[in-house]
């Protein structure tokens, strides 16, 4: 079964509001730097970053990671090298407020891998997280400090987020599984 929780207009109001918790956090954008967590991620910090350049007039610098070699959950050689894959290679974070961008937030594995990642890449002054969807459960001490909507789910159900530019639509999706 598939519930529709947001629709198109719903994550854009959720994206607007991110963006203008994001300058007033950091009151500016300055020294801010947005990081996509590859795959849904990067297109919501892409949006993000629009909308900040737009209220802002500054170009904000949006980059892609890649943490496949840093998740704790797949089975990997413990002699293969961790390799950071955050792209731009020349996108410097050192000195910089991060913000990591995902479409959910679930177990805090992602995040904490993804924290890994830039972490061996340079030292931001600080990271900060931003989801479209907390949906709770988490096996770590993580949260995320700007959030577009909590969604309390059952361990029986999942959350689609699901992104035009990959899935030619804008909509977030509770699914029961069997």
Do not use: C
């Not at 035009?164 to 029961?176: N, R």
Request: charge should be positive.
């Amino acid at each position: 079964m598939v519930k529709e929780i947001w629709d198109k207009p719903a994550m854009q109001r959720a994206i607007v509001r991110i963006t203008y918790e994001i300058i007033e956090r950091y009151k500016g954008v300055d020294e801010l730097v947005l990081v996509g967590i590859k795959t849904r991620g990067v297109y919501l910090a892409r949006r993000i970053g629009d909308r900040l350049e737009e209220i802002e007039k500054k170009i904000i610098p949006v980059g892609e990671l890649d943490i496949t070699s840093y998740r704790d959950d797949r089975r990997v050689d413990i002699n293969q090298e961790k390799i950071s894959n955050l792209e731009p290679k020349n996108l410097n974070i050192t000195n910089k407020h991060v913000v990591l961008v995902d479409d959910v937030l679930y177990t805090g594995r992602t995040i904490r891998a993804a924290m890994d990642a830039l972490i061996a890449t340079g030292r931001p002054k600080s990271i900060a997280v931003a989801v479209l969807v907390d949906r709770g459960h988490r096996e770590l001490p993580i949260k995320a400090d700007f959030v577009g909507k909590n969604i309390p789910t059952a361990l029986s159900e999942q959350v689609a987020v699901n992104v035009k530019e990959i899935d030619g639509i804008d909509s977030i999706e509770l699914i029961k599984l069997k």
